[in-house]
């Protein structure tokens, strides 16, 4: 299979590069709108990309007529778009005159009607395999473009490197594929770069317990000498449960309500390795929760930022939740309650959309198990469900 990508001023242009070196037999793969050039963002020309492909060696030989109406015609495995998915990625990709739209239609139009019969066909574009990624992705709730990028990227590996890969090659490829996509990214547990951690998050995503996990990780793991701070006065509940965990792991805890009483803890803590935040969890709708936050840390400091989210939670609250604390520099996100959902695409979806990292995700109620430090790996083995 031969596949070449194309680029030309319009459809008409495309069409004439494809039949002058792939010939009549060549199918569209994908095509698109694009800008180049320009000016600081200005004067761009438009141009057109189509990806175009031919099997130099036909997959099967015509038979006379008569005898096709004694079997079932052959099947083509084309990995193309359909005439409609096509239409739509030139249709969606910018607004343009009436008049501009038609005249590239037509001559869509005209060269599908130059492709073989059958190279289009109803059912889905992509090869089998691809096809078990598509499915995986949208169950996993995968952005819809993220999903799309991740499969066109995946459709050109099959075509370059051979149609023969079996499903765990593709999930192989999809895995790499994802984890490329976020490596740039900071992810990770503490580094001890900074001596202040702090907790931000709505209720009932479980921060104390996290709290309490990332404490019982650097005492008991890495040797260091952490104490605990709370400005959660509005539970009696929550501090008596820090207490409970600070008594067990043997580490001070000081109570917060104003400023004044964070500067004095950050004086008492001077000799300490690290310091653990916890904050209320108040309904994330109301700003004045945030406000209230910065009246009693003092967010420059020598402070990092973990922003807690539940994994049951719908993407679009995470969303919102994101923008509530949006004036508090969030360094990274921590996951909870992995074991009570088998859909974790709104995570990959979140690092992608902010580009900020994972430190923890956690699994479990138990203290100091349930809890892992977070790579580029651990997403997309989550998502593909590989142990």
Not at 127 to 149: A, T
Not at 195 to 203: E, H, L, M, Q, S
């Amino acid at each position: 299979m031969k596949v070449k990508k194309y680029v030309a001023a319009n459809m008409s242009e495309a069409m004439k590069q494809i039949r002058s070196e792939l010939g009549n037999d060549a199918v569209i793969l994908n095509s698109k709108i694009a800008h180049t050039g320009g000016i600081f963002g200005l004067f761009k020309k438009r141009t057109i990309e189509v990806i175009a492909a031919v099997d130099p060696k036909p997959k099967y030989q015509q038979t006379p007529m008569v005898k096709q109406k004694q079997m079932n015609p052959p099947k083509i495995e084309q990995n193309n778009e359909t005439r409609k998915q096509v239409l739509q990625n030139i249709g969606s990709a910018e607004q343009k005159p009436s008049g501009e739209i038609v005249k590239e239609l037509n001559e869509l139009k005209t060269l599908l009607k130059s492709l073989p019969a059958g190279s289009f066909n109803a059912a889905p574009s992509y090869p089998v395999p691809l096809q078990l990624v598509d499915k995986l992705l949208k169950e996993q709730e995968i952005d819809p473009s993220i999903q799309e990028s991740i499969l066109s990227s995946l459709l050109e590996k099959w075509y370059v490197e051979g149609t023969n890969a079996s499903i765990e090659q593709v999930y192989s490829w999809l895995g790499k594929e994802m984890i490329k996509r976020i490596s740039t990214i900071p992810f990770g547990g503490i580094s001890f770069f900074k001596k202040y951690i702090n907790v931000v998050g709505p209720t009932g995503v479980g921060k104390t317990t996290t709290l309490a996990k990332i404490a019982a990780e650097c005492v008991i793991t890495h040797k260091k000498k952490v104490a605990f701070i709370t400005t959660d006065t509005y539970r009696i509940a929550a501090i008596d449960q820090l207490k409970t965990y600070a008594k067990i792991l043997n580490v001070p805890l000081e109570v917060c309500y104003t400023i004044d009483d964070f500067k004095k803890a950050v004086q008492t803590f001077n000799d300490f390795d690290l310091v653990l935040i916890d904050t209320a969890g108040r309904n994330f709708r109301n700003k004045q929760y945030v406000e209230d936050l910065k009246q009693v840390i003092d967010f420059d400091h020598d402070i990092e930022t973990y922003l807690v989210l539940s994994l049951t939670s719908k993407q679009r609250d995470m969303e919102d939740i994101f923008t509530q604390f949006s004036s508090i520099e969030i360094d990274k996100f921590i996951f909870t309650k992995a074991d009570e959902t088998s859909t974790y695409g709104a995570m990959y979806n979140m690092i992608n959309k902010y580009n900020k990292g994972v430190a923890y995700m956690t699994n479990g109620q138990n203290v100091p198990d349930d809890m892992i430090a977070v790579s580029p790996n651990n997403i997309a083995k989550s998502i593909i469900g590989v142990e």
